[in-house]
């Protein structure tokens, strides 16, 4: 029988191995896949050291620690400053010198149901952690 952790850990892998293959087949987006493989690299540890359980019937939304978030995210930040796209390099060096209370705003705000979706740094930054 398969513990739910090795079926996650399986899954990760299996996100990891396919972009390594999308990564050989497209070299000219070899270098954002490489990046993509880096960040899917830091949630799938993120996710195997995570002992909540999910209660599917509350939003996720609202099961989400935003401490737990802010935690990760100096992690993330030096991943996007170091191997990220230009946009993301710029935007992780200005979220460093906002600093922890601007982070939890960020986390908090896009935790919001009501906020409309932006495409852009600030959701690559607190989605991705």
């Not at 922890?100 to 409309?116: T, Y």
């Amino acid at each position: 029988m398969v513990s739910a952790t090795d079926d996650l850990r399986k899954r990760w892998d299996a996100r990891l191995f396919r972009v390594k293959e999308l990564a050989d087949l497209h070299r000219p987006i070899a270098s954002a896949l490489h990046f993509y493989h880096l960040v899917l690299e830091f949630q799938a540890e993120i996710s195997s050291r995570s002992k909540q359980a999910i209660n599917p019937d509350i939003p996720l939304r609202t099961q989400i620690d935003v401490a737990a978030v802010v935690s990760e995210m100096p992690t993330l930040l030096s991943l996007s400053a170091q191997h990220g796209p230009e946009s993301l390099h710029d935007a992780a060096h200005q979220w460093n010198s906002d600093g922890e209370q601007e982070w939890i705003r960020a986390v908090q705000s896009a935790l919001d149901p009501a906020r409309p979706p932006f495409a852009g740094p600030n959701d690559f930054f607190t989605r991705a952690c």
